[in-house]
């Protein structure tokens, strides 16, 4: 009779086992095919390049004008992200004060490398 329990017991414990090792493995392949996809995801994806560049005002020229000719809807949420940028990026802590004739660093993206 014991002969008898202990192979019930070592059956139970090697489907236990093989259901494990099942288990792991799925998990194993499933992490590897969804790093898989976004390794692939990524490459299909263009990239960008952030560049800098001296903007001279013109007469009438705003904060929110020059946001229009430079921001894109990629790398910003909204105008007043990008303006935020350009008043840090050349220091601009007070007012819109924008002199005609003035240069001012603009920051743009692109796909092309330079």
Do not use: P, W
Request: hydrophobic share 40%.
């Amino acid at each position: 009779m014991r002969s008898y329990i202990n192979i019930n017991k070592k059956k139970m414990f090697i489907a236990a086992a093989a259901f494990i090792l099942i288990l792991c493995v799925m998990t194993v392949s499933s992490v590897i095919r969804s790093h898989a996809m976004t390794r692939s995801d990524a490459a299909e994806q263009e990239v960008y390049y952030k560049y800098t560049a001296m903007y001279r005002v013109c007469a009438g020229d705003t904060l929110s004008s020059i946001a229009h000719m430079y921001m894109d809807d990629v790398h910003y949420d909204s105008e007043a992200e990008y303006i935020s940028e350009l008043r840090k990026m050349n220091q601009m802590y007070f007012g819109d004060d924008l002199k005609s004739g003035e240069l001012i660093t603009v920051c743009y993206y692109s796909t092309e490398y330079r």
